[in-house]
């Protein structure tokens, strides 16, 4: 938490709480901060694959629309492009 209270800009730090916060069960919390980093870096695929790994979360319509968006842009051999393929499978 403090480390997201210092650096808030940090997309990559949202991700990584948002995934601390799902291993201890505060899943709504996690949601939120995954979709925060999602705000500052939509293009990350971590950050949706993090999403499509809640087996309760049903992505929205528009959810799908921007990750489907984001795969066909991102090359499909990067790191990025890779995880949202993935995600939207």
Do not use: N
């Not at 293009?43 to 790994?53: D, H, I, Y």
């Not at 790191?79 to 939207?88: C, E, N, P, R, Y």
């Amino acid at each position: 938490e403090r480390l997201v209270e210092r650096y808030p800009e940090r997309a990559v730090l949202w991700i990584k709480y948002g995934r601390a916060l799902k291993t201890v069960g505060r899943r709504d919390e996690a949601v939120r901060a995954i979709r925060r980093a999602l705000e500052m870096q939509p293009c990350s695929g971590e950050a949706w694959w993090t999403l499509s790994e809640f087996k309760t979360l049903r992505l929205s319509d528009e959810d799908v629309a921007q990750l489907s968006a984001r795969a066909r842009e991102a090359a499909a051999d990067s790191a990025d492009g890779a995880l949202l393929h993935f995600a939207l499978g």
